[in-house]
């Protein structure tokens, strides 16, 4: 056996371990410098912005016109929040941008030389706004006042020599239903979302069923026949469709019916179309409309009047602007569109 000191020099040679080392000493590690964190200043300083999104859009405007009419034309600046018609933009946006989107005055926008906006490359287009859907109307639980609202719209229809139609109808003679197409409308027609045609159709088969919208035909000395809420009508619901004959304009340029409604503005104003309720039509047909030359004619109105695309066609819908407390008169504005119906007169 060889002396155990020969084996100690042996691990010496394989091992070699200087100065005074344990075994089970963790080995030492340099000494880093310490951190410098930035300050919360500085992190703000150079973050980009952050909007936190609004739990209600319903009361925004238009910063350059100060309308919140066509919600569905106004951008959100992704930056301060704030809506803008993409026809009160310089330039016009014609289309909604993907993207983020900022308004003039967020994206830096220079007037040149030449008195043009100038636009930064970074600046790319634009909104995403909380579209309002139409909402379904709430039938009367109670069926004898169900009866009670019919046979009010029966009466009305009855004392004026017309037929319920709750859907346009194209009689010969007249206007073809070919000629009904939201393709020829001058500067294109808003399109009805999928989500509130399932609405429409959902409140076309209650009414069918015989569970109309609460709403009673009176007869009044002074304004004639008016239509009055029976129960509470939330804002945003659907009331009705604007429903008789379909013709031309052209067609129709002597006649006398007061309750005529435009269905197409055509580029060709001989493809121009109108609804003429007055052998056939809905309760669309008994709802006043505003004197709206006056301030008292303008807070009477509780609804508004829509043109539509829906599958292609043009409909016009008739739609709450707020809550509609029963009791109350309903009446929209004649001249959501052309602003050309004298409307002096109305009460």
């Known amino acids: 056996m ?10 010496q040679k394989l091992f070699p371990f200087k100065g005074s080392v344990r075994r089970t000493e963790a080995p030492r590690r340099p000494s880093l410098p310490a951190r410098k964190y930035k300050s919360m200043a500085e992190v703000m300083a150079a973050a980009k912005y952050v ?6 859009y319903t009361d925004v405007r238009c910063v350059q016109c100060g309308s919140g009419e066509h919600d569905d034309e106004l951008l ?5 929040d704030r809506g803008f018609h993409m026809s009160c933009l310089r330039p016009i946006v014609v289309r909604i941008p993907i993207g983020t989107w900022l308004c003039p005055s967020c994206s830096g926008q220079r007037r040149g030389r030449n008195g043009r906006k100038r636009r930064r490359k970074s600046a790319t287009l ?11 109307f709430t039938p009367t639980e109670d069926p004898a006042q ?23 109808t194209y009689m010969p003679g007249m206007a073809p239903r070919s000629a009904n197409q939201a393709k020829f409308e001058n500067g294109g027609m808003q399109v009805l979302s999928k989500e509130d045609i399932e609405t429409l159709e959902h409140c076309r088969a209650m009414s069918k069923r015989g569970e109309g919208p609460p709403l009673i035909v009176a007869f ?15 804002d945003m619901t659907f009331i009705a469709e604007y429903t008789g004959d379909v013709d031309f304009i052209k067609n129709r340029e002597h006649d006398d019916c007061d309750s005529m409604m435009t269905l197409l503005l055509a580029t060709d104003p001989s493809k121009s179309l109108v609804i003429c309720p007055d052998k056939r039509g809905n309760i669309a047909r008994f709802i006043n409309g505003i004197n709206n030359h006056t301030l008292d004619g303008k807070k009477k109105q509780n609804l508004k009047c829509v043109r539509y695309s829906v599958n292609g066609e043009c409909r016009v819908l008739l739609v709450a602007t707020r809550d509609i407390a029963k009791g109350e008169r309903l009446y929209y504005d004649y001249n959501g569109y052309e602003h050309e119906y004298p409307t002096h007169h109305f009460v």
């Open 146 to 168: 169900r009866l009670k609202q019919m046979g009010s719209l029966a009466s009305a229809l009855t004392a004026l020599h017309m037929e319920f139609t709750d859907e346009l």
């Open 220 to 234: 009044d000395s002074f304004e004639g026949y008016t239509v009055e809420a029976d129960g509470l009508i939330k």
């Open 2 to 11: 060889a002396p155990a000191t020969s084996s100690a020099a042996a691990a």
């Open 51 to 56: 909007v936190i999104e609004r739990a209600d």
């Open 76 to 80: 959100l600046c992704d930056k301060c």
């Open 126 to 136: 634009v909104l995403h706004k909380k579209k309002r859907r139409l909402v379904s």
